[in-house]
C-alpha cells in the first residue's frame, strides 16, 4: 500500500504541476503584491507565525485547501483558454460589428498591398527574367511568408491571429477541395502517432500563450495593492498578445497543413474513396467527400473502391485544416 500511495502522490504531483504552475506564479506575484501593498516582505511574518502555532492537521488542510485553489483557478483560465482565443480571432458579438468591418477593410488592405509587392517581384525571380537581384530574392521569400497568413478573398478577419488561423483553415478548400474544419477529426484519427504529438504539442503551445494573456490581465485586479501589478500585468498580456500567440498560431496552422498535404490519401482510402488523378480532379473530389463527410450521400455515385491496406498518402497531391481543435 505504501508503494501504491507514493506511486498515486507522484501522479497526482504531476497533474498538478501541469496545470497550477501558470495559476501558481500568478498567486505568488499577488501575494508580492499584498506585501508590498502592507509594508514589505515583514507583512509576511505575522500570517507565518499564526500558521506556525497550528496544530499538524490544521497546517495540512490549510495547505491543501491552498493548493486545491491553485489548481481550481488553473482549470478555470484552462477552460477559458478556447473562449478568449476566439474573441482573439475575431469572432464577436454582433453588436461589435461596427468596430469589427473597419478593421476587415484594413486586413484587406493590407493583403491586397501585399500580394501586389508579391508579384512585382515573383516574374524576375520565377522565371529568371531578367535576372533577379539579391533584394528581390529577399522580398521574394519574405512577401512569401506574411502571403501565407491571410486567407483568400472573402475571408478576412480583423485580427492578425484570426487571418492566420483563418488562413490555415482556407488553404485546404483552396488546394484540395476539403473543407479543414469539417474534415479535420476524420485525418486527425487516421495521423500516426508522431503528427499527432507534434500537432498537440503545438496546439497546447499556442493554448498556454493564450493563457499567458489571461493571466496578465487577470494580475490588474491586485493595483489596488500596488502599483506595478497593472504595468506587470498589462506588459504580460502584451507581449503574449502581440508576439507569443500569432507566432505560436502560425507554428500550428503550418503544422495542420502538412498534415493535409502528406496524409490526406488516407481520408480516400479509409472512406473507400475514388483516389484524385490530378489536381484539378482533386478540388472536384475533395469538395465531393467534403460534403459527403457533412450529409452523407444517397446516389450511385462515385463507385466504392476496395481498402488500401496500411496507411495511405496520396503520392501526387497534397492538404491542410486549421483551427477544429480549439473547438
Known sequence: MGKFWESVGE????????????????????LLAW???????????????????????????????ALLGVAASG?????????????????????LDVARRP????????????????QAVAGPVLTGTPPPTPQQRADYTRLTQRWRRFPGHGRYQPTRVGNT???????????????AVAVWPHLWLLLPETARSELAAARGSLDS?????????????????????????LAAAAVAYWLWVPDRAEVYVDLVEAAFDLHRGALYSQLRWPMPENPQDERAK???????????????????????????????????????EES
Not at 501522479?11 to 497550477?20: G, N, T, Y
Open 209 to 233: 500563450a493564450v493563457g499567458a494573456f489571461i493571466w496578465g490581465i487577470l494580475f490588474v485586479v491586485f493595483t489596488p495593492w500596488t502599483p506595478w501589478a497593472a504595468v506587470a500585468g
Open 103 to 118: 478593421l476587415v477593410e484594413r486586413a484587406r488592405k493590407k493583403a491586397d498591398s501585399i500580394r501586389s509587392e508579391f
Open 11 to 30: 501522479k497526482l504531483a504531476d497533474r498538478w504541476a501541469a496545470v497550477s504552475v501558470p495559476a501558481l506564479v500568478f498567486w505568488l506575484g499577488g
Open 165 to 179: 488561423l483563418r488562413a490555415g483553415e482556407s488553404r485546404p478548400v483552396d488546394k484540395y477541395g476539403l473543407d
Open 35 to 65: 506585501a508590498d501593498g502592507h509594508g514589505g516582505f515583514h507583512a509576511l511574518k505575522a500570517p507565518a507565525d499564526w500558521l506556525g502555532k497550528q496544530p499538524g492537521p490544521t497546517q495540512i488542510a490549510i495547505v491543501l485547501i
Open 75 to 95: 482549470v478555470v483560465v484552462t477552460r477559458l483558454t478556447t473562449p478568449v482565443l476566439r474573441l482573439m480571432e475575431g469572432y464577436w458579438p454582433c453588436f
Open 286 to 324: 475533395g469538395r465531393q467527400l467534403t460534403a459527403y463527410l457533412l450529409r452523407g450521400a444517397s446516389g450511385t455515385k462515385p463507385t466504392f473502391t476496395s481498402p488500401t491496406p496500411g496507411p495511405a498518402n496520396c503520392g501526387s497531391s497534397t492538404g491542410s485544416p486549421a483551427t477544429q
